[in-house]
């Protein structure tokens, strides 16, 4: 017992000194309080950068989505004349043979200039007629032969017609053109100005959605170029791209990560790799020029060409992406399927790379967007180029879609600008469309183990 | 099996129309008379029965280059230049097989000095240009040679206006800048008694001192989209561009031209020679590809037509200023008959 009774005292008096040693903090005292402060504080401003940076980020997009919306989105729309066109019998098929041959030969853009002198019968000097059939688009003879071969039926009718304008008159209707300036010093004059005001003021102006932008390919006319020529090059280009790039690179990763040995030759495979990722893509235009042209005579300007060279670039990325996705798969999944007698073979091809199959394609959809933006090795094997036809194959001349852009953007017209503004739109709508193609597949097919 | 034949089907619609022989003609060469290639080529291919012309912008020099590459389809039929074709460069094509090249004159571009209409109009000699942008010029009694030291116009010449010497213009590679330094900066610098002393003591350097341009940030060089000097422009007053007629033609409303030894750049002061920054642009064609690709008569027909490159034509509507009636007959006739160029 009196072991008993010495140990509590021990500990009584341990108590004592520990207690003394350590004192309870006040946690009320001034001290601990500004302390604390200066914690909160340094916490909140820590926020404060972040949240600013984020802020900074999202008003830098902001004011470049702005600037290319605000521009560009009026070249979804066309401004249209209505004129009332006679389809002179005389002129279209003066024999009534109803041959398509014959119709399609006929003057039409005669009869649109008929039409524009019937309607201004004060004009007649040639210089002033001049102006006067620039009101409407060269391009419009082309819409009316179309409308009279599907319906010959018009021949000999006279009927009130939308017709495409031409690109400064479009510019007047959409704002671009200030008529108060002095008339020396714009491209339209009082009397076309004059021109455009009775033709508003009889309702024969309209803006119409311009849905030859997205059909038609490039043109020197504004108001006739469009961009489908060079979204066919891209998707050529892109086809030939990912045909190389994806059984190479997702080869290229399933040997280096599951067969490969680990010795100094994969090592510096490895390192070159992660090199080639970081190198610039003129580069690779330099030896598609080298390699695909004057080595192999594969055609200039042609997607295959284009595909080929993007196809090196994109290799890294989808090896670099495809080797991490299948580092993620568990090696348990390896280990049981050798267990239960698979070979190494099918370990990888019915196991493993299913499992990784997510993260790939995110890795080649993300390689490919990269591609589809993509213009400086373009420029050295001849794509960045003028192609009014639309290509209709791999090895036909084509361009792509930033590349369309580059040209418009150096164009002299003013009308180019906003076809600039909505080219750069349609390329960042394909751009997300992608990306958020390969974010729905992580998220769908993504296993958490 | 399923997905093989997927990615067979894939490319086979990839590699379909693939072009046995070319049937289209291609077009290299200079990004001045791109423009104006691209309105030809493209009225070419909608009035005819033949596919519309591929025209890359590579630059005079890099046109001619792949131009005198040799004569068979994979090399192009016709190149576009902003300047002659110069002796070495004949002198290639003659080596590569190429012996009949046929010169066909477009017309003439002018070269302008422009700032926003909201601040007044300039009006400069060729030396006073020299002094504002030339690396090196005389110093002020004259006797040696300096690195620039203006800074403001009015420094120059008390007659200019007191701001800052900036002006925007394209860079080395271009030939707008080639032509600009030809037209004025040579020709101004041996207006100098000390810089034409050079000439005989000391070619090289004569040579440098001429054509150097100032890289203080007096001379910005804005790179070759000229759409992009001209929104400068609008947004600093103070500043000059220095670009081609065309640019100036279409944004009439937000610029004014300098006037240059006392003209104004208007289409009729640069047709009728007055303007003194003003060059002819050129095409060459290869004269052993007519005949064998399809559509190059009709080609040189449809650009030497008068609908073309005359008085009223379409391109001159694009900011070509065109020649006279008798030199366009000339060289219509000259390119019809494919009369070989002699230098």
Same mark, same amino acid.
């Given at each position: 017992m009196t072991d008993m009774a010495s140990l509590m005292e021990d500990r009584a008096a341990a108590k004592v000194i520990s207690d003394k040693m350590h004192k309870p903090v006040d946690w009320d005292s001034p001290k601990i309080a500004r302390n604390i402060k200066k914690r909160y504080a340094a916490e909140r401003r820590f926020k404060i950068y972040g949240l600013s940076a984020i802020g900074v980020a999202l008003l830098a997009l902001f004011v470049l989505g702005f600037s290319i919306v605000s521009k560009g989105y009026s070249a979804f729309f066309q401004t249209y004349i209505q004129?009332? #066109? $006679?389809?002179? =019998?005389?002129? @279209?098929d003066p024999d009534r043979t109803g041959d398509p041959a014959v119709i399609g030969k006929a003057n039409f853009d005669g009869l649109i200039k008929q039409s524009l002198r019937e309607r201004f019968p004060e004009? *007649?000097?040639?210089r002033d007629r001049r102006d006067l059939y620039g009101i409407v688009s060269g391009g419009a003879s082309y819409d009316l032969r179309e409308r009279v071969m599907e319906n010959p039926n018009l021949i000999g009718q006279t009927r009130k017609i939308w017709l495409i304008s031409g690109d400064d008159f479009d510019m007047l209707n959409k704002g671009y053109i200030d008529a108060e300036v002095d008339e020396s010093s714009r491209r339209l004059n009082d009397q076309e100005i004059g021109w455009y005001n009775a033709l508003v003021e009889d309702g024969a102006v309209e803006k119409q959605f311009h849905a030859r932008f997205f059909t038609s390919g490039d043109s020197r006319e504004p108001e006739l170029a469009g961009i489908w020529g060079a979204a066919v090059g891209s998707f050529y280009t892109l086809l030939v791209t990912l045909a190389l790039s994806f059984p190479i690179g997702v080869l290229a990763a399933v040997y280096?990560?599951?067969?490969? =040995? !680990?010795?100094?030759?994969?090592? @510096?495979v490895e390192v070159n790799i992660n090199n080639l990722a970081a190198v610039p893509s003129i580069v690779f235009g330099l030896l598609g020029l080298e390699v695909y042209l004057n080595v192999m005579h594969l055609p200039r300007s042609a997607p295959v060409v284009g595909g080929l060279t993007l196809a090196l670039m994109t290799l890294p990325t989808i090896i670099i992406a495809s080797r991490a996705a299948i !580092?993620? #798969? =568990?090696?348990? @999944?390896?280990?049981?399927?050798? /267990?239960? /007698?698979?070979?190494?073979?099918?370990?990888?091809? $019915? $196991?493993?790379?299913?499992?990784?199959? =997510? /993260? @790939?394609? *995110? /890795?080649?959809i993300i390689g490919m967007a990269q591609a589809l933006g993509e213009t400086a090795p373009l420029l050295m094997i001849g794509m960045v180029a003028f192609i009014v036809d639309i290509p209709g194959g791999a090895l036909d001349p084509a361009t792509v879609l930033p590349v369309q852009i580059y040209l418009w953007a150096d164009s002299p017209e003013r009308a180019f600008v906003e076809k600039t503004s909505a080219a750069i739109m349609v390329?960042?709508?394909?751009?997300i469309l992608m990306n958020g193609l390969a974010v729905y597949?992580? !998220? !769908?097919?993504?296993r958490k183990w | 099996m399923k997905k093989t034949l997927a990615v067979a089907a894939l490319m086979s619609v990839a590699f379909a129309g693939a072009a046995q022989a070319r049937d289209q003609i291609r077009i290299v060469g200079s990004s001045t008379v791109f423009p104006f290639a691209t309105a030809v080529a493209e009225e070419f291919g909608k009035t005819t029965s033949f596919k519309t012309p591929v025209i890359e912008s590579t630059g005079s020099g890099g046109g001619l280059k792949l131009f005198c590459a040799g004569v068979g389809e994979q090399h192009p039929d016709i190149t576009n230049a902003s300047r002659r074709i110069k002796k070495s460069e004949v002198e290639t094509c003659a080596k590569n097989g190429i012996s009949e090249v046929t010169e066909v004159k477009v017309g003439y571009d002018g070269i302008v000095l422009s700032n926003s209409n909201e601040a007044p109009e300039i009006d400069l000699t060729k030396e006073q240009i020299f002094l504002a942008l030339a690396k090196t010029v005389p110093s002020k009694d004259g006797k040696s040679l300096v690195d620039n030291f203006y800074s403001t116009w009015s420094e120059i010449d008390p007659s200019l206006p007191d701001v800052k010497i900036e002006v925007l213009g394209p860079p080395p590679t271009s030939g707008t800048r080639d032509a600009f330094t030809e037209l004025v900066l040579e020709e101004a610098c041996d207006a100098f008694p000390a810089i034409a002393a050079l000439k005989d003591s000391n070619k090289d350097q004569h040579k440098a001192v001429c054509a150097g341009v100032r890289e203080d940030g007096a001379y910005v060089e804005a790179g070759e989209n000229d759409n992009l000097i001209v929104q400068k422009l609008e947004a600093n007053h103070d500043a000059l561009g220095i670009f081609g007629f065309s640019f100036l033609d279409q944004n009439g409303d937000k610029l004014q031209g300098s006037k240059i030894e006392g003209v104004s750049p208007t289409f009729e002061a640069i047709s009728a020679g007055d303007y003194p920054v003003s060059r002819s642009l050129y095409f060459y064609v290869k004269n052993a590809h007519v005949g064998t690709i399809p559509g190059m008569k009709e080609y040189l027909a449809e650009f030497t037509s008068d609908k073309a490159f005359g008085d009223e034509g379409y391109l001159a509507d694009r900011g070509l200023i065109p020649m006279d009636a008798a030199e366009r007959e000339a060289?219509?006739?000259?390119a019809m008959n494919l009369s070989p160029l002699s230098m």
């Open positions: 004129l009332e #066109v $006679h389809f002179d =019998p005389a002129e @279209i004009v *007649t000097s040639r280096l990560e599951e067969f490969a =040995p !680990k010795n100094r030759f994969t090592t @510096i !580092k993620a #798969v =568990p090696p348990s @999944i390896r280990q049981a399927a050798l /267990g239960l /007698g698979a070979s190494p073979v099918q370990t990888v091809t $019915h $196991h493993v790379l299913p499992l990784a199959m =997510p /993260g @790939i394609l *995110t /890795g080649t390329l960042l709508a394909f751009l597949l992580r !998220k !769908k097919f993504e | 060289v219509r006739n000259a």
